[in-house]
C-alpha cells in the first residue's frame, strides 16, 4: 500500500480550472462596475451642463443648440405654453436636452423642463 503524500495531476488541473472560473467571474464583476460608474459619471456630467443651461435660459429665453466642448452637446426649445384668458402674465415651457455619445454609434440624452413666467406690458397686447 502506497502513501499518499502529494496531489494527483487530476486534482490540480480540477483546482487550476476552478481557479480560472473564478478569475474570469471576478474580472467580469469588476469590467461591469466600472461601465456602471463611467455611465453614471456620463449622467452626472449631464445633470450639470442641463442645470447650468437651464438657468442660463431662464434668465434669458431664446432657442439654440451648441456644444460644452467635452462631448455633450444642447439643444434648447422655447414653447408658449397655454394661457389664462384675462392674465397679466405668458407662460413659456423652457426645454433643454442634453445628448452625448456612449459609443460611436450609441447616443445617449437627457431631457429637463420648466416653465418660465412673462410679465404682459402694453406694448406687447
Not at 22 to 34: E, H, R, W, Y
Not at 53 to 61: F, G, Q, R, V
Not at 88 to 104: D, M, R, T
Request: aromatic share 8%; net charge negative; with cysteine.
Amino acid at each position: 500500500m502506497r502513501n499518499k503524500l502529494g496531489f494527483t495531476l487530476i486534482e490540480v488541473i480540477v483546482a487550476m480550472a476552478i481557479l480560472a472560473i473564478m478569475l474570469v467571474t471576478i474580472m467580469q464583476l469588476f469590467s461591469g462596475g466600472l461601465k456602471a460608474s463611467r455611465t453614471s459619471c456620463n449622467y452626472t456630467r449631464a445633470i450639470v451642463h442641463a442645470k447650468d443651461k437651464m438657468e442660463e435660459l431662464l434668465e434669458k429665453p431664446e432657442q439654440g443648440s451648441g456644444d460644452f466642448g467635452d462631448g455633450f452637446e444642447w439643444a434648447s426649445t422655447i414653447e408658449p405654453y397655454k394661457e389664462p384668458d384675462d392674465s397679466q402674465f405668458k407662460l413659456l415651457k423652457v426645454i433643454v436636452k442634453i445628448s452625448w455619445y456612449k459609443a460611436p454609434e450609441q447616443q445617449n440624452s437627457l431631457e429637463l423642463l420648466s416653465m418660465k413666467t412673462i410679465k404682459i406690458t402694453e406694448n406687447e397686447n
